[in-house]
């Protein structure tokens, strides 16, 4: 196995769907902007706008990192509390917004997810960002930041694990967590990414042609009707959780179908929700999350694939949002790969 280039996703059980043909072609969005890709010396910030983390806990991060050619700033919300944020919303806002305007640092790793960047993200300005763009990195709760820098500045961001992930010993962590995490490295680096995943009953055969975005679930409802409300429209949405119940995801699908977030896909990519809560006995909610995709595309024909490599899982690997991509669904499995400009 290539590791660099193949990934394989987990086949999970369930009754397959019909399958459909289809081919989407690209939208007339507004172009991205990607920002500067990193070379040796190249400085990463470490901040934490949502939960808690230790400055021990980042130092396996930051370790591998600086052997990557980079330079690390540790900021001052790493090791400060306020229940279960990173320190007070001031202190999280003050950090994050000092690490988008300094034009020294390339990129700003978030440190962990958790919950708070909603509560901050409307007081962030965006203007010296906007002159001098880098790239913003992390997942779950900074599924946020994504959204809103797609909405407000139109530039790529990278959804990928963040310092919590990094293994205490790299050298000692098995092959697929080395590759999640050196795939933050290649794609912060420039490299054109590609994915292949297992192939799933219940994928919807079909090819697609669009920018990339998407994150956790139930952010993106939560930003719905706001100024970080992400556009889907022509694109190509991935989407993940953790920890909800049938009947949540059942709502918070319902959510992107009513709001028009599924009408005019060019593909949809579901990668891991994990950790189902069991239904109550005696309240099951009878569908299983294939039967609740299903229901809310059914009247579309665009490709669909599940169990992609990305989420709440060891195999989550870096996606580059707001970057062109081609999906390809096929009966033997799923390609995913970066459109080069």
Known sequence: MDRKHFLSALVTAGAAMPAFGAVATLSDERPTQVPPYLKAGSTVGITSPAGHITRDEIAPSVKLMESWGFKVVIGDTIGKSDFSFGGT???RY???????DDPQIDAIMCARGGYGSARIVDR???EKFKKHPKWVIGFSDITVLHSHIAKQCSIA????????SFPIDFSAADSMVQDTILSIRDALTGKAMRYNAAADPNNRIGKADGVLVGGNLSMLVSVAGTRSEMDTKGKIL???EVGEYLYSLDRMMGNLQRSGKLDQLAGLIIGGFNRIKPDDPG???GRTLYDIVYEKVKDYKYPICFNFPVGHQRNNYA???GVRHRLDVTAGGVKLEEVKR
């Open 283 to 285: 309240e099951e909610f």
């Open 94 to 100: 003050r950090d994050l917004q000092r690490m988008l």
């Open 89 to 91: 919303d001031e202190e």
């Open 238 to 240: 991935f989407l993940e």
């Open 124 to 126: 962030l300005s965006l």
């Open 319 to 321: 996606l580059k949002c």
């Open 157 to 164: 961001t990278l959804h990928s694990k963040m310092c919590n």
